[in-house]
């Protein structure tokens, strides 16, 4: 590509700039005695949104942890549906969660929809499980951390804002 006279060529934003050694923590240098301000200032190194960094050893202990949240509460969910199909209302212990859903006449079709929701997540995040790469270090972004349950999903109210 033909480039206007007396322009230089833009560096890329998405590229680091290559240190020729280890980076310092503590001082924020790198060993050849560049700064991270001083890169900073280069505008070559642009951080791309806010990434988050996990091994697969604990991208496999949270999903475990999420897979049999969802394995527990579709069973809890399936024994109240089980229950209220059977008495046509719930237990008096079980009237805490709303008072008013064990006289809604469609509770035992929500039960059921509440079933299906969780094997239906507790399926995906096996999936997602028994294929993760051990030993290797995953960058999660937001729609990454919503995925695997370690971001909250927006509510009507955080849409709202």
């Known amino acids: 590509m033909d480039r206007l006279p007396g322009v ?4 890329d934003v998405h590229q680091m700039p290559k ?3 280890r980076s310092s923590a503590k001082t924020g240098a790198f060993s ?14 642009v951080i791309n ?29 399936e024994t109240k549906r089980i229950r209220f199909e059977a008495v046509g209302s719930l237990p008096e212990d079980e009237e805490s969660e709303d008072p008013f859903f ?7 079709a929500e039960l059921e929809r509440r079933v299906d929701g969780h094997k239906r997540k507790e399926a995906t995040l096996t999936f997602l499980r028994n294929h993760i790469i051990a030993h290797e270090i995953y960058r999660l972004g ?14 009507a109210v955080d849409i709202d804002r």
Do not use: Q
């Open 49 to 77: 949104g806010f990434r988050i960094e996990m091994t697969a050893d604990e991208l496999i202990r949270h999903l475990d942890a999420r897979i049999a949240h969802h394995g527990a509460a579709a069973s809890e969910c």
């Open 32 to 45: 050849n005695g560049d700064s991270f301000a001083a890169c900073l200032n280069k505008r070559c190194c």
């Open 142 to 155: 937001e729609h990454d951390l919503r995925l695997l349950e370690l971001w909250p999903h927006r509510s």
């Open 19 to 21: 240190a020729r050694g």
């Open 8 to 11: 230089s060529k833009v560096p």
């Open 102 to 108: 064990g006289t809604w006449p469609g509770y035992g």
